[in-house]
DNA sequence: CCGTATCCATTCCGATACTG
DNA sequence: CAGTATCGGAATGGATACGG
């Protein structure tokens, strides 16, 4: 996949967005755009339809298990864009625990002993097994 | 930004390239595209350019603090195409630690007060200030 | 409300050729 | 080695009109 469109239709379903049309509201994206990435993202097994909760004849669109394992990026996404795209003043959003009320963790990589990990503290290998 | 050359200029960036030949090697991407993508890179300020470290007339370009804090978008991205893209018998890499040779731990999300957090969990709220 | 079909403009990309 | 210039084809996106 890899396009722009894409990734906002994958964040508003992990926002709990399920209809076409609550997604073709929110990005404000054309139809047939939209019709063609929900089709690309379910043939990816990212999203699936399943008959409309209400008596509609219609479908909805939700993540798989593939899917919901993009939170982490998104949310990773969210956290850069939020330290260096927009400025101070800017009307911003967070991600909150709903238990706490509380905004959530930074994201960071750690070693398997819990050490931080910086850039040039990891390296790519072919994997052992 | 948001192109796939763009990605994978920034994660061959993260793993220590800084050569327009070592992009253009190991991409295989069209020297135009690459040099448009380079400059779009700059121009955003994930990349900046530098004299080449060697005695030659040429730059390198290396990551702004701004584009290293991309790492953790593109483990988490890395981290999910490991678990969801390939096939078990593929030849796939994994990110290790550098100092004990061991893989990484996954990223998760975690709330302030430690607990981990599933996609229901956390929710997008106005930053109260 | 939920899509599909069509059309057009723009962008993107690969290949190639050329310069220092 | 490190780019720039140009060209044509393909994919993308927006607008709009149409149908269930």
Redesign the interface.
Known sequence: M???WT?LIVRDA???KRRFGEFQKSLGVAKNVLAARLRALVAD?ILEMVPASDGSAYQEYV?TD?G??????L???R??AH??LFKPEE??????????G????T???????G?L????????????R
């Open positions: 890899g396009d722009w990734l992990l926002a709990g097994g993540l593939k919901r394992d993009l939170f982490p990026v949310v990773a996404l956290q850069w330290a260096h009307i911003h959003t967070t991600l909150v625990d709903r238990a706490l509380r905004p959530v963790r994201l960071e990589l750690r070693a398997e002993d050490r990990l910086k850039v040039g503290d990891a390296e790519v290998r072919i994997a052992t």
